[in-house]
């Protein structure tokens, strides 16, 4: 049974940071692309920043220069070190696991939520 846990949301001020972790299990690890989504309320989900399996980055222009993704495929584990938080970054952040074929999971997500 494919999971990926979340972890490490919560509340914090505008200029804060997080760090969110995502610890996934039932998969190849290394095999799968990671990537961190998010959710406003009233608004699509969307990518915030994905990682390949070997490497390569890609984030949303809303966050580049703030955000920064990271895996260590031994603890089968992918990071979002979220620096320099605003309001606008308040959102349910959820993490993803692809790969080709019918490869698509998801976690349940986290709450980040940023005060002004």
């Known amino acids: 049974q494919v999971q990926l846990v979340e972890s490490g949301g919560g509340l914090v001020q505008t200029g804060g940071s997080l760090r969110l972790s995502c610890a996934a299990s039932?998969?190849?690890?290394?095999?799968?692309?990671m990537g961190w989504y998010r959710q406003a309320p009233g608004k699509q989900r969307e990518l915030v920043a994905s990682?390949?399996?070997?490497?390569?980055?890609n984030y949303a222009d809303s966050v580049t220069g703030r955000f920064s993704i990271s895996r260590e495929n031994a603890k089968n584990t992918v990071y979002l070190q979220m620096n320099s938080l605003v309001p606008e970054d308040t959102a349910v952040y959820y993490c993803?696991?692809?790969?080709?074929?019918?490869?698509?999971?998801w976690g349940q997500g986290t709450q980040v939520t940023v005060s002004s």
């Open positions: 993803n696991a692809r790969r080709l074929g019918p490869y698509d999971f």
């Open positions: 990682i390949t399996t070997l490497g390569g980055t």
């Open positions: 039932g998969i190849v690890f290394g095999a799968y692309v």
